[in-house]
């Protein structure tokens, strides 16, 4: 079964929104990233949060960590059509990087 | 610069007939490598991960396999496709554990 699962699966908002993606866990972690994927596309790496880190900004991204609820957010101010794509939380335990089912969005110009 | 390379980008296949899906990283050694598969607006399902030359984890028994010769090569195998080994693999390469992964492009897998 997955490690990671997402919410919502989908999402649509207007350009200049702010979209928020959730992740939930089951096991503890080392580490949790998030990751995007264009349509058809390789995953491309956006943010890594350790275990200990409880918030972490990269440019519009913000990533927050809640251990005891075993869960992630993962949000993207002002967004643009650009940032269509799908985005992927992943744990990695025991030298396997376990992703969620992830969550597909998409950013109305 | 490392870089990560999988191929062919497309693949038409029977029923039946074998499978090869090569993945070589250049620029870096000792990587841990992965195989994923991934259904239509699904998911990564985790096949195979690899911490070294001849080690092959399996996560899902199926009809495929892996195998690693060379330190930086990454091969995904099956001795008979079924229709529902279709799906789009990715290989990704991370320099330990705990670390972000990188992906290739992918194979976008049809078996008819």
């Known amino acids: 079964s997955q490690q990671g699962e997402e919410d919502p699966q989908a999402l649509s908002i207007q350009e200049g929104e702010n979209a928020t993606m959730n992740c939930s866990y089951k096991t503890s972690i080392n580490n949790l990233q998030w990751y995007r994927q264009n349509s058809g596309r390789g995953l491309v790496h956006l943010i890594l949060i350790r275990s200990n880190e409880r918030e972490k900004h990269s440019g519009r991204l913000r990533v927050t960590l809640d251990t005891s609820k075993k869960s992630s957010s993962l949000l993207i101010t002002a967004s643009r059509a650009a940032d269509t794509a799908s985005y992927f939380c992943a744990t990695d335990a025991r030298n396997k990087l376990v992703f969620g089912a992830g969550t597909i969005l998409r950013v109305k110009s | 610069s490392q870089t990560i390379h999988q191929w062919p980008a497309t693949l038409v296949q029977p029923v039946g007939s074998p499978l090869s899906l090569e993945c070589t990283v250049e620029g870096t050694s000792n990587p841990n490598l992965y195989w994923y598969r991934q259904a239509a607006g699904r998911g990564l399902q985790l096949l195979f991960y690899?911490?070294?030359?001849?080690?092959i984890s399996s996560e899902v028994p199926q009809n495929l396999s892996a195998s690693r010769p060379q330190d930086r090569q990454f091969i995904l195998s099956s001795k008979k496709l079924l229709l529902s080994d279709s799906g789009f693999y990715l290989c990704?390469?991370?320099?330990?554990?705990?670390?972000?992964?990188?992906f290739g492009q992918g194979t976008r897998l049809t078996v008819v």
């Open positions: 690899s911490v070294g030359i001849g080690q």
């Open positions: 990704a390469w991370s320099a330990r554990a705990n670390t972000e992964a990188f």
